[in-house]
């Protein structure tokens, strides 16, 4: 599956945007999908997932209660909303995709399933 994340952009700290990641290929039902973010000199971390098939989610404790994940199938697209967004925010955004529970991508790396190109969110202060 090939997949490619957009809506990132410049926000002021407080302000909203929400992300989507457009699939393109089969979509298996026991695949999820999730978001990560990495900024310059650290790892890439697990924002959140999604499960194709159902509505269970994960979140990650940074964003409980600010981010929502969401899909729909019949676009092949996830989205995450991000609100009340923080400078902490700020990172180059990534969704991913493999088999398995959302909380398996939690220990997902670069290395395994299929990840889009990232999309830039920069939150000012």
């Known amino acids: 599956v090939q997949l490619q994340a957009s809506g990132g952009g410049l926000v002021q700290a407080g302000g909203s945007l929400r992300l989507s990641c457009a699939a393109s290929?089969?979509?298996?039902?026991?695949?999820?999908v999730g978001w990560f973010r990495q900024v310059p000199g650290k790892e890439r971390e697990f924002v959140s997932a999604?499960?194709?098939?159902?509505?269970?989610?994960v979140y990650a404790d940074p964003v409980k209660g600010r981010f929502t994940i969401s899909k729909d199938n019949a676009r092949n697209t996830v989205f995450l909303q991000m609100n009340g967004l923080k400078p902490a925010d700020t990172a180059v955004y990534y969704c991913?995709?493999?088999?398995?529970?959302?909380?398996?991508?939690?220990?997902?790396?670069?290395?395994?399933?299929?990840w889009g190109h990232g999309t830039q969110v920069t939150v000012s202060s």
């Open positions: 999604i499960n194709w098939s159902d509505r269970r989610t």
């Open positions: 290929g089969r979509m298996y039902s026991s695949y999820s």
């Open positions: 991913a995709a493999k088999f398995g529970s959302p909380a398996s991508m939690k220990g997902m790396t670069p290395a395994s399933g299929s």
